[in-house]
């Protein structure tokens, strides 16, 4: 079965040549022009994965985005900006969503980051409208530990339930987020380099013009740090990130 899409951007020509890319690569596509639309098709018939411009009238993609996260909905969210500040694209993802890009943008861009959505939420082995891309990089990750927890720096994550906490502190975290800091526990002392850490968590390395996996970072540092005590996430300049307590 194809996966659906709900699309919502107010320039029509932007929505129709993006229904027509995604609707020529396996995905159904419902496309809508404004953020009461999107939610009412939400609320009919829920999709596999939403498309959001950012800037509609009336409703738009961030407000979209807040709804459907208070009423416990998770279906993963892409968002469609022309706000490139650090700030608008953490408005973004403070709303709940999973993943954006930024306008203009490559549709091979929205394809990738669909594909690496829509792998993360679909069971193993589920087939996918979209076309198959490459195995991810292999990367320094443990075998599945027999306990339940992972343990790192003063970190702990249950990765069944989803759930983190720093100390006694539970950490609110999004998809990404949490993906990205339990690829850093599980290598816990380990530099993982920036092509690295794309190719496993949104399995696509978008070059090194990207700001998504900073964004993301200073997002999740934000989330863990706490006053007096150490960082945890470093910076290794010109490779990548790692996890350790000094």
């Known amino acids: 079965m194809p996966h659906t899409v709900l699309l919502a951007e107010d320039d029509r020509a932007i929505r129709?040549?993006?229904?027509?890319a995604l609707t020529l690569e396996g995905y159904r596509v419902v496309a809508v022009a404004d953020g009461v639309e999107a939610l009412a098709q939400a609320h009919?018939?829920?999709?596999?994965?939403?498309?959001?411009?950012?800037?509609?009238?009336?409703?738009?993609?961030?407000?979209?985005?807040?709804?459907?996260?208070?009423?416990?909905?998770?279906?993963?969210?892409?968002?469609?900006t022309a706000l490139v500040e650090t700030a608008d694209r953490i408005a973004g993802l403070d709303a709940g969503a999973d993943d954006y890009v930024v306008k203009p943008f490559d549709v091979e861009e929205v394809f990738a980051r669909l594909r690496a959505?829509?792998?993360?939420?679909?069971?193993?082995?589920?087939?996918?409208?979209?076309?198959?891309?490459?195995?991810?990089?292999?990367?320094?990750?443990p075998r599945p530990l027999p306990e339940r927890f992972l343990e790192a720096a003063?970190?702990?994550?249950?990765?069944?339930?989803?759930?983190?906490?720093?100390?006694?502190?539970?950490?609110?975290?999004?998809?990404?987020?949490?993906?990205?800091?339990?690829?850093?526990?599980?290598?816990a002392g380990i530099v993982l380099d920036h092509s690295t850490i794309y190719d496993r968590i949104w399995g696509y390395d978008?070059?090194?013009?990207?700001?998504?996996l900073a964004v993301y970072v200073g997002y999740l540092r934000r989330k863990l740090d706490e006053?007096?005590?150490p960082q945890l996430i470093h910076t290794v300049r010109g490779v990548g990130y790692v996890l350790r307590e000094d």
Do not use: H, Y
């Not at 129709?16 to 027509?20: K, V, Y």
């Not at 411009?53 to 807040?66: A, E, N, S, T």
């Not at 100390?167 to 690829?183: D, I």
């Open 44 to 80: 009919r018939n829920r999709p596999d994965v939403l498309v959001l411009d950012v800037m509609m009238p009336g409703i738009d993609g961030l407000q979209v985005c807040r709804v459907l996260r208070a009423e416990g909905d998770r279906t993963p969210i892409l968002m469609l």
């Open 117 to 141: 959505l829509l792998r993360r939420t679909s069971p193993v082995g589920a087939g996918s409208a979209a076309a198959p891309t490459a195995p991810a990089a292999p990367v320094e990750a």
């Open 16 to 20: 129709n040549a993006l229904e027509r």
């Open 206 to 212: 978008f070059g090194p013009g990207s700001k998504n």
């Open 227 to 229: 006053p007096g005590a």
């Open 154 to 187: 003063g970190l702990r994550m249950d990765p069944q339930a989803r759930r983190a906490w720093r100390g006694t502190r539970e950490l609110e975290l999004t998809r990404t987020e949490f993906e990205l800091l339990e690829l850093l526990v599980r290598n």
